[in-house]
């Protein structure tokens, strides 16, 4: 099956009861049973909730995997994954990765014990120095948040394997329209399906896929004793917005090479982060293991000043100054303040994000009506 069929019919029947081609939102807490213990899998709705169940098994479709479980955000998702580890054991991250796992990282596992390296991942001797034999896991963002730097999976993941390491890739940036990591060996492939699975901008929620039978068994029993799972309408709207994932990501696509171009060629812009560009670092990478580049890029202003980036950013009218990504709208944001603020300054700017750097989530709207958005905004800097 290709995956615009999967991304609409997966994990889907139609109702039994009633015939309704949408799968119903099983509001409920709890469910009945026949006798004690006789509850055909569904006992308690924090364990297991059929809506919810439907749309973990089209994720785990459209990510070629055997076993699929939603949390209730994407950091959700993370802190299950971080705690399959122990006090003692160390992770390998990149280097340029999501503020928030950088914060959850440092601020809140590091103080049971669990230690992490970032590590720029195009640097394949540094991964090699870094492992020891506390080390347990590798942490890959591809392409990361938010320089748009491509990570060779199968690189991460052969050095995983060699290692006996559990290889987890953040997909977010991509979704599985683009690059299915598992398919290329990974462990563990995770999203923050708020951002495109979902494409609505209007659910907060975290996936995990997996081929591992044991880790599946481990992350289910985790989501379930910590109970970060979510609710059956936020279930059911990401359900409704996975039937559409393949035909806005081709418009995120296109409408991404247009704007990423039109910055490129622009005088009052500095660098543009963009995986498509030949001279992108890793380029040949993205091309062998992403079927597009996406809608995501970031870019620098020659003057590499803040107020620029402010007035900028404060002044677009297609693009919305908010944090998030990949919904159908535009976006616009400031790392350095927003997104990544929890880095502290000099982390940041050593991977690159200086006071004037922009990123953008384009969204599906008319590709002139967003360069022209562009335009006049940056016709605002003096």
């Known amino acids: 099956m290709k995956f615009g069929?999967?991304?609409i019919h997966a994990g889907q029947e139609?109702?039994?009861?009633?015939?309704?081609?949408?799968?119903?939102?099983?509001?409920?807490?709890?469910?009945?049973?026949?006798?004690?213990?006789?509850?055909?899998?569904?006992?308690?709705?924090?364990?297991?909730?059929?809506?919810?169940?439907?749309?973990?098994?089209?994720?785990?479709?459209?990510e070629n995997a055997k076993h699929g479980l939603c949390f209730s955000s994407g950091m959700g998702a993370a802190d299950a994954i971080i705690k399959l580890l122990v006090p003692g054991d160390e992770v390998i991250a990149t280097d340029d990765l999501?503020?928030?796992?950088?914060?959850?990282?440092?601020?809140?596992?590091?103080?049971?014990?669990?230690?992490?390296?970032?590590?720029?991942?195009?640097?394949?001797?540094?991964?090699?120095?870094?492992?020891?034999?506390?080390?347990?896991?590798?942490?890959v963002e591809t392409p990361t948040n938010p320089m748009m730097k491509i990570i060779d999976i199968a690189a991460m993941v052969e050095i995983?394997?060699?290692?006996?390491?559990?290889?987890?890739?953040?997909?977010?940036?991509?979704?599985?329209?683009?690059?299915?990591?598992?398919?290329?060996?990974?462990?563990?492939?995770?999203?923050?399906a708020t951002k495109y699975l979902n494409g609505h901008s209007d659910v907060i929620m975290g996936a995990i896929c997996t081929n591992n039978d044991a880790l599946y068994e481990q992350l289910a029993f985790i989501a379930n004793s910590c109970g970060a799972?979510?609710?059956?309408?936020?279930?059911?709207?990401?359900?409704?917005?996975?039937?559409?994932?393949?035909?806005?990501?081709?418009r995120h696509?296109?409408?991404?090479?247009?704007?990423?171009?039109?910055?490129?060629?622009?005088?009052?812009?500095?660098?543009?982060?963009w995986p498509g560009f030949e001279e992108h670092p890793n380029h040949a990478v993205a091309k062998k293991q992403m079927r597009d580049f996406g809608g995501m890029i970031s870019f620098t202003l020659k003057t590499d000043s803040f107020e620029d980036a402010s007035t900028l950013a404060s002044n677009t009218k297609v693009f919305s100054l908010a944090e998030s990504l990949g919904g159908v709208e535009s976006l616009?944001?400031?790392p350095a303040s927003m997104t990544h603020a929890s880095i502290p300054t000099q982390e940041r700017i050593k991977t690159g994000i200086t006071d004037s750097l922009l990123r953008l989530s384009v969204g599906i709207e008319d590709e002139e009506d967003l360069i022209e958005d562009l335009r006049q905004a940056l016709e605002k800097i003096v």
């Open 5 to 7: 069929t999967k991304a």
């Open 14 to 62: 139609p109702d039994p009861t009633t015939g309704a081609i949408m799968t119903p939102i099983y509001q409920t807490s709890t469910y009945v049973q026949h006798a004690p213990g006789d509850h055909k899998g569904y006992a308690y709705a924090r364990g297991k909730n059929p809506t919810r169940v439907a749309l973990e098994a089209c994720l785990a479709a459209l």
């Open 332 to 334: 616009i944001g400031h």
């Open 253 to 273: 696509c296109q409408n991404g090479k247009a704007v990423a171009h039109y910055l490129k060629n622009h005088p009052k812009v500095g660098k543009v982060y």
């Open 229 to 250: 799972t979510p609710g059956p309408q936020d279930s059911f709207l990401v359900m409704r917005g996975l039937k559409t994932l393949h035909v806005r990501m081709e």
């Open 160 to 192: 995983a394997k060699k290692h006996n390491l559990i290889s987890v890739i953040d997909n977010t940036f991509a979704s599985p329209y683009l690059q299915n990591p598992l398919d290329m060996g990974a462990d563990i492939v995770m999203h923050s």
């Open 98 to 139: 999501y503020g928030g796992s950088y914060r959850m990282f440092t601020k809140v596992f590091s103080k049971y014990g669990i230690v992490f390296h970032f590590v720029d991942m195009h640097d394949l001797d540094a991964i090699e120095k870094t492992i020891n034999d506390k080390t347990k896991m590798i942490w």
